[in-house]
């Protein structure tokens, strides 16, 4: 499971030019599942999401997790993350089906939801507008 986390002061997500998804302060995550991914892998990226200390203390430094910051979080599916580009068109083989894919995405957001923060999606497989404005910037990559 590959995850990229933006630190935002807001993102959304349209489809159609319908919002499906919106937050003010906290986490766009931009969520990639492998074809060998488990429960376990979605556990622990959940948590590594919701431990990610990265919001700024009293004294300027990245050293409050998102829970103490008030953070929420946008998480959109994005199968594009396992891209093979050893040519020019990109393949996307690595990339879990959707019969295995979903249930692992919605794991990831129940755990994050178990862990108390409000978590706002995309859809799953849908064509999405993702915009956001990033804070800092902060971009974190992470990866099991």
């Not at 492998?34 to 892998?41: F, G, I, M, P, W």
């Not at 879990?96 to 894919?101: D, G, L, M, W, Y």
């Not at 995405?105 to 799953?124: A, D, M, N, P, W």
Request: hydrophobic share 40%.
């Amino acid at each position: 499971m590959r995850s990229v986390v933006t630190r935002v002061q807001e993102a959304k997500v349209s489809i159609d030019g319908n919002t499906v998804g919106e937050i003010g302060k906290g986490f766009l995550v931009l969520l990639g599942i492998h074809r060998e991914d488990t429960e376990e892998t979605a556990r622990w990226m959940a948590d590594r999401i919701c431990g990610l200390r990265v919001f700024e203390d009293e004294n300027g430094k990245m050293n409050v997790s998102p829970t103490d910051a008030g953070a929420k979080l946008l998480i959109v599916s994005q199968f594009t993350l396992y891209a093979d580009i050893s040519s020019r068109r990109p393949g996307f083989s690595e990339a879990a089906r959707p019969e295995k894919a979903i249930p692992l995405y919605e794991l990831v957001i129940k755990e994050c939801q178990s862990r108390g923060f409000t978590v706002e999606t995309g859809q799953f497989g849908a064509d999405m507008k993702v915009s956001s404005v990033n804070d800092g910037p902060v971009t974190i990559i992470l990866e099991k």
